[in-house]
Antibody
C-alpha cells in the first residue's frame, strides 16, 4: 500500500527558506502514470496547490508562488522535495505531499495524501 | 488563477440529501472534465471522494456523486450520515497553457 510521509523543520524564521521532503513507500516514485504534488493549508483556511513534479524532473508551479518555489525529485531515494524561499508569516501552514494521477492512470486527481506537517514561520 | 467558489457552509439532517456547488470559469471547471472532490475531517488529511467530475474511487460509498454543468460542478451526498460532517473541497485542472490546479475555498457540511 503506497504511503507518503512529509518531514522537515516545524519552525522557520522569516526571510529564510522552508525545506520539506516527502518519502514515498510501498511503491515507486518513477511510475510513468503519476505526478507528485505539494499542497498547503493555512490554519483555518482552504487548500492551495503549490506545485507538482514528474519523476523525470519536469516541474509545474502555482503562478502565485512560482518565483519562490523549487520542487525536486530523487528517484534513488524515492523522495521529492519542496523549497520555498523568502518565507513570511503568510507561509505558515500545514504542508501536504500527495500522489497525483494522470490521464494514463485514468484518475486525474490527488488520490493519496501524506498526513501533513505543520510549518510555522516565526522569529 | 483564482480559487473556485464554494458556499461557506451547508447543512442537512440524517437521511437527507445535500448538494455542494463549485463555480469556476471556462478556463478551469468549464473547460475540462478534471474536477475532483475531497473530504477533510478536523486534523486529518484530505481524502479523495470524486474524480474526473463523477467517478468514485474504490471504497467511497455510492451516496457520494458528482456532476458538472457549464462552469459549475456539484457534489451530492444522499442519505446523510453523521460521519459525513466534514469540510469538502473541489479542485479543477486549470492549465490552459501549462499544468495548473486550483482548489475551491471549502464548504463546511453540518449534519443536524
Amino acid at each position: 500500500q503506497l504511503q507518503l510521509q512529509e518531514s522537515g523543520p516545524g519552525l522557520v524564521k522569516p526571510s529564510e527558506t522552508l525545506s520539506l521532503t516527502c518519502t514515498v513507500s510501498g511503491g515507486s516514485i518513477s511510475s510513468s502514470s503519476y505526478y507528485w504534488g505539494w499542497i498547503r493549508q493555512p490554519p483555518g483556511k482552504g487548500l492551495e496547490w503549490i506545485g507538482s513534479i514528474y519523476y523525470s524532473g519536469s516541474t509545474y508551479y502555482n503562478p502565485s508562488l512560482k518565483s519562490r518555489v523549487t520542487i525536486s525529485v530523487d528517484t534513488s531515494k524515492n523522495q521529492f522535495s519542496l523549497k520555498l524561499s523568502s518565507v513570511t508569516a503568510a507561509d505558515t501552514a500545514v504542508y501536504y505531499c500527495a500522489r497525483q494521477g494522470s490521464i494514463a492512470a485514468r484518475l486525474v486527481a490527488f488520490d493519496i495524501w501524506g498526513q501533513g506537517t505543520m510549518v510555522t514561520v516565526s522569529s | 488563477q483564482s480559487a473556485l467558489t464554494q458556499p461557506r457552509s451547508v447543512s442537512g439532517s440524517p437521511g437527507q440529501s445535500v448538494t455542494i456547488s463549485c463555480t469556476g470559469t471556462s478556463s478551469d471547471v468549464g473547460g475540462y472534465n478534471y474536477v475532483s472532490w475531497y473530504q477533510q475531517h478536523p486534523g486529518k488529511a484530505p481524502k479523495l471522494m470524486i474524480y474526473d467530475v463523477s467517478k468514485r474511487p474504490s471504497g467511497v460509498p455510492d451516496r457520494f456523486s458528482g456532476s458538472k454543468s457549464g462552469n459549475t460542478a456539484s457534489l451530492t451526498i444522499s442519505g446523510l450520515q453523521a460521519e459525513d460532517e466534514a469540510d469538502y473541497y473541489c479542485c479543477s485542472y486549470a492549465g490552459s497553457y501549462t499544468f495548473e490546479w486550483v482548489f475551491g475555498g471549502g464548504t463546511k457540511l453540518t449534519v443536524l
